[in-house]
């Protein structure tokens, strides 16, 4: 078959894009070639149809046990709040901002108790990110300086301002929870994206269930860490979208006739509205989409090179080239559609990716045909998973990343030997206010430990469970397993003593600053 000319009407950057060896093909070609080879990658998965069931409730039973905790949500939460205070005692606050936002898996309820919860700080509400680079690496070295002091008192450790990284950070774990968090400055992009991906699963709630089922098959194969050269979170959910975008009947709707009216929540919310049940004429279980999907990402393994692309914004595959040809895979950012989702992806990666998938599909064939049980199925694609394991527990992360501890070192030093010449930090009897001794707190019992603990009441709205949540934590090794400590949220409500630490080492630390 003779190869299309190349495309060049969809290629970003079009003053350094270029088509690669092999032939980029256009759109239509693309399109029917990827849907013959998905109807061909089916046919060999032999779906039995009478297993169909059996293993739609594996599916739904795996998605059950790792959901987060109440737990879960109100640590967050709470780390939140103490962020913002903490915010609020180093810039003060005009007409309430600076303010700590969550965004990420958090916000769109797909998060894992085990997973990094992502904070943006805002400095005003505008939808569009009007701080320049500078600004923003000035606020991280601010907000750094008073995290290495609170990592001095044991509450926090793992600080890491990372400044070149292409979205500025900040990293910082809860010495408490184990939770790192991942802090950048006017990331109004993730927010962005984050409130719509929340909006869409509200449309059917098979695209929360499938994310986050995809999300952690990929996980456990170690295919979901753009610092490995593999799929970033956004990418695969993505993914997932498309592949409901793309059924027949489609289970979700093109996301430009989401993003028609602009990009501020009410336009979003109120375009998202006549969609409700938009999927209701399709009756597929999550089951037959977990089989689909991975047959459409198999039949693509040839295409990628041809510019093949999938486009959450035309519910399409469309023919792209990006700023350095085409990739290995495509996913392209429904907000910026000059940016691809996956352009992390590396060739060598690429390719294990697509032998899991092989894997995956051949593990589905055998269970189809009867050589393969449920619980070795279960295994295969997830992991080792016990309801009595699974559970909300504080966890420190071993181990990770030696040269990442070794910066931590280096500059909480240097900030000491800064704080030292810039004089002694005093505490300050008007940093946050502790919580009032006839404070009620909701009593929740941490099954990961045993232990009876109070949560407290949170004055800004809360993320709750959306009803269709989920998340895993598993079993730490043996020996390995961190006792509840000090950190952001302390031991309550006795506890509540650390917090106050970090209320007032902040301010000391902001007054210096």
Sequence with gaps: ?????CS?????????????????????????????????????????TTLLP?????????????????????????????FRKITKQIFGSNDGFPVVEPFGSFTMDLFTPRGDLDLSVNFNANTDDRYTRKEKISVIRKFSKVL????????????????????????????????????????????????????????????????????????????????????????????????????????????????????????????????????????????ELFVSLISKLLSAESLWEHGLCASNFEASWISKTWKKGVGNLSVEDFLDRSQNFARSVGKVQMQKICRCLRQCALNLLDFMRGKLDTPKLKTLLFGRLSPDEVVSKPRLKHGKRKRKSELCQQGRYAFQKRAKRGGNATTSSDSLPA???????PLVHDRGTGIHRFVPIIPWPRIIPSGFGYGLSLEFPSGARPHPGKGILGRWPSNAVPLNQWNSTSAAVARST
């Design 435 to 441: 919580p009032a001794s006839n404070k009620v707190f």
């Design 148 to 287: 290495y002091s609170h990592q001095r008192n044991g509450i926090c450790c793992g600080v890491l301002p990372i400044v070149s990284a292409r979205v500025p950070i900040l990293k910082v774990i809860d010495c408490g929870t184990g939770i790192e968090c991942d802090i950048s400055v006017e990331n109004k992009d993730g927010m962005t994206r984050s409130m719509i991906f929340k909006y869409v699963s509200m449309i059917d709630e098979r695209f929360q269930i499938l994310s986050y089922l995809v999300k952690f098959w990929a996980n456990i194969h170690d295919l979901n860490s753009p610092r490995k050269l593999t799929m970033s979170s956004m990418s695969i959910i993505s993914l997932v979208a498309f592949h409901l975008q793309t059924r027949h009947p489609p289970i979700l709707p093109a996301f430009s006739a989401l993003l028609k009216d602009g990009l501020d929540c009410a336009s979003v919310e109120r375009n998202i509205l006549p969609f409700k049940g938009f999927g209701s004429r399709n009756t597929e279980s999550v089951a």
């Design 54 to 82: 059996t293993l739609n409730h594996l599916l739904l039973e795996v998605y059950a046990v790792l959901r987060p905790k109440p737990l879960d949500y109100d640590q967050r939460n709470t780390l939140v709040d103490v």
């Design 8 to 48: 060049t009407s969809v290629s970003d950057d079009s003053d350094s894009s270029q088509c690669s060896e092999a032939s980029i093909w256009d759109s239509q070609e693309l399109r029917r070639q990827a849907e013959c080879l998905e109807l061909k990658e089916l046919a060999a998965i032999s779906v039995n």
């Design 1 to 5: 078959m003779a190869a299309p000319a």
